[in-house]
């Protein structure tokens, strides 16, 4: 979990210290939820969905995932493979409303950032825990980075409606 946390507040810290509009500079509209706190803060937690999705040699289980727009979620990533696996989602990350990311209990601790771009589980059991409302939609590109990872079968989609 250690490598997972550390891009993380990388990208929070990227994004803290963008510029601001000044109206001299035009920057580029952020492309990710930049209200996440108010969705959040409105969202119903009772009425949370949990997904459990699986990593292994070589799969996403399930592979294509659909979920409804302006709902909050929880994935539950749990690599029960041989080796480390990556869910790099980039795009859907970016597409909805981060509340935390949590890895497991008893021992971890947990990330708040606007957005990030992977999520590595270890592998033998190693699981990460995503809280997040839906936002935009659209369908999503899950892969696996490692090695031919995704030339054998890791990729996936999900889907937002
Ligand atoms: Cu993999």
Known sequence: MRKSILSLAIASAAILSGCAVT???????PDYITNSAEIVKAANWDAMETINIELSEHDFDPKHL??????PYRFVIKNTGEADHYY?????FKSVAWRKVMSS????GEIK?????????FKKGGTVELYFVTVKTGTFGVVCTI???????????ITVE
């Open 66 to 71: 659909k979920l409804k727009a302006n709902k």
């Open 113 to 121: 950032a606007p957005y990030f771009t992977a999520i590595e589980a």
């Open 147 to 157: 090695d031919d990872h995704k030339e054998k079968g890791m990729t996936g989609t």
């Open 23 to 29: 109206g001299v500079h035009h920057a580029a509209a």
């Open 88 to 92: 790099t989602a980039g795009d859907f």
């Open 105 to 108: 209990r008893p021992h971890g």
